[in-house]
């Protein structure tokens, strides 16, 4: 079972980024896949949560709302993660990660596996 994330990278503010999560081991679309962020000195913190294509639970956190959606690519068992309108406050280390239960809905009960991170730099 493997997360891999990617996509970051430099940008100005008001760009936009899409950042990859491809899934190895297992079918993302069965899956929660949630993506978090940590900026330096700072916790981590959620982003959003998808659930499975059955279950259809989502959820984004209010400061990227109108700005981040999320897709999945079930053919390429990939998840992404559209950010537009980038701000400076949005800098981090972006992470995604499942619980790796079929059918959980969001937010699930813990986090088991997670990806390396992406560097996302909003910067003029």
């Known amino acids: 079972v493997q997360l891999q994330a990617s996509g970051g990278g430099l940008v100005q503010p008001g760009g936009s980024l899409r950042l990859s999560c491809a899934a190895s081991g297992f079918t993302l679309d069965y899956y929660v896949i949630g993506w978090f962020r940590q900026a330096p000195g700072k916790e981590r913190e959620g982003v959003s949560c998808?659930?499975?294509?059955?279950?259809?639970?989502?959820y984004i956190v209010d400061s990227v709302k109108g700005r981040f959606t999320i897709s999945r690519d079930n053919a390429k068992n990939t998840e992404y993660l559209q950010m537009n309108s980038l701000r400076p406050e949005d800098t981090a280390v972006y992470y995604c990660?499942?619980?790796?239960?079929?059918?959980?809905?969001?937010?699930?009960?813990?986090?088991?596996?997670w990806g390396q991170g992406t560097q996302v730099t909003v910067s003029s």
């Open positions: 998808t659930s499975s294509s059955l279950d259809g639970s989502t």
């Open positions: 990660a499942t619980d790796l239960r079929p059918g959980s809905s969001c937010p699930p009960g813990k986090y088991e596996f």
